[in-house]
């Protein structure tokens, strides 16, 4: 039978957006994210910047319903073909028969309950790769037998997929849960495209390219020490240097297959987010005498090798869950810690998408989300599944207001019409 190709952008919804990783990654692979929803207002600031023609809607998963998302959005009674979301893991709890009953598993068991009201044909459940070991295990049992009892099947063989494989300087492990209503057909998983930077195994993995390397990253990144105003402010007009072929890519400055996203208008000469640290003397002599690819084991700062691949970035935690600053890691030439811009070219972000100015803010929305190119590789699996012909746009979209990414929470808050407590505040530490 020959399936007509419709030309048409599919919907997808997704549940926990923060800054919008996977909402850009769907978005490069030809779908339209027409509703995300986040509790974090200052990530919702972020959101709405970098993805001004779509809805955001700033509340908890817990406090909203699927009616609530159609009608707040450009949904409406339109079918939803994906809806995807990785519930953050408060180290998922295991007590008990039925865990999606405790309250700590909440937010899995809320994914679960908007999956079933929305009614997409597919979905993604996206989570730490803890949650395939031991015990765990029964907790994902449980998952597929919530979707399957509701007219969902579910892919048993689940995989963790790392975003080395996908074209990512990163060494990054995730499990996907990929589902569907039980009148489709599965997707796949995708197929690895690159092999992680130094990584020589003899085996058929071999003849896949490696993925880019740090070097390749952030070589032709302006050096933030050439830069005094960087101390005050997150962006400057600086000189870029020669980039790679991965880099060329994140700046726009070329055309690459399979990217179906909108076009931003943005100042490609504009080097943003980029905030400097002012390091003690110390730090710096031991960030000097630390080997590539070694922890510096005073701050435990790991140091990027040039010709490998970054170490997994992670997020933050604010005050009630520990006030951790995560390990931002050492940049392979200068003593100094990578930058937010760095760490957003490690994690596959292109130049024109934009974090909060506060560096706090901009490692934890990088560290929190799924790398853009990994959630593209698995959006093109659903898109081969719904039997589109994805498109892309031929007018450039224009960004959100500036005032976006200098919002402090409570003026967020406000802006959003929230609680200002509803993610604690950081206390610094004296």
Not at 21 to 32: I, S
Not at 185 to 211: D, F, H, Q
Not at 268 to 274: D, E, G, N, Q, V
Not at 410 to 416: F, L, M, S, T
Request: overall charge positive; aromatic content about 10%; some cysteine.
């Amino acid at each position: 039978m020959i399936h007509k190709h419709k030309q048409e952008r599919p919907i997808a919804v997704d549940l926990f957006a923060g800054a919008g990783g996977m909402t850009l990654g769907f978005e490069k692979a030809g779908f339209d994210v027409l509703a995300s929803v986040e509790i974090d207002p200052i990530h919702c600031a972020i959101h709405e910047f970098n993805f001004p023609f779509w809805s955001i809607l700033c509340k908890s998963v817990v406090d909203t319903t699927g009616q609530e998302i159609r009608n707040r959005s450009s949904i409406g009674d339109k079918e939803i073909d994906v809806v995807f979301g990785g519930p953050p893991c408060q180290g998922f709890s295991l007590i008990g028969k039925r865990s999606l009953e405790d309250p700590r598993n909440s937010l899995v068991f809320h994914f679960i309950r908007l999956v079933l009201e929305l009614r997409p044909k597919f979905f993604v459940l996206e989570n730490v790769k803890g949650m395939t070991v031991g015990k765990h295990r029964e907790f994902i049992i449980e998952i597929i037998n919530q979707f399957e009892e509701k007219g969902y099947k579910v892919c048993k063989d689940y995989k963790v997929l790392n975003a080395a494989e996908y074209g990512v300087p990163q060494n990054r492990e995730r499990l996907f849960l990929l589902g569907c209503r039980r009148d489709l057909e599965l997707p796949n998983y995708p197929v690895p495209i690159t092999k992680p930077a130094k990584l020589r195994k003899s085996s058929s993995a071999n003849k896949l390219p490696s993925s880019p390397t740090v070097l390749d990253a952030i070589q032709d990144l302006p050096e933030v020490e050439n830069y005094i105003d960087l101390f005050q402010k997150d962006w400057v007009l600086a000189e870029f240097g020669k980039p790679s072929d991965y880099a060329l890519t994140l700046r726009s400055l070329c055309s690459v297959d399979y990217d179906y996203s909108y076009e931003r208008s943005y100042n490609s000469r504009i080097l943003t987010s980029s905030l400097r640290t002012k390091h003690t003397l110390e730090s710096i002599k031991r960030f000097e005498s630390t080997p590539y690819g070694k922890t510096e084991p005073i701050s435990r700062f790991y140091k990027l090798d040039p010709e490998g691949i970054c170490n997994t970035l992670r997020a933050g935690t604010p005050s009630n869950r520990g006030a951790f600053t995560s390990p931002r890691p050492i940049h392979p030439f200068t003593p100094r810690c990578i930058t937010v811009r760095e760490a957003a070219r490690l994690h596959s972000y292109p130049d024109w998408f934009r974090f909060h100015v506060t560096k706090w803010h901009g490692f934890r929305q990088i560290g929190n989300s799924v790398p853009p190119l990994l959630a593209k590789a698995v959006a093109l699996e659903f898109i081969k599944a719904l039997d589109v012909k994805p498109y892309k746009p031929v007018i450039p979209k224009d960004l959100g207001s500036e005032e976006l990414l200098t919002i402090n929470m409570p003026e967020a808050a406000k802006y959003y019409v929230v609680d200002p407590h509803v993610i604690e505040p950081r206390l610094r530490k004296k």
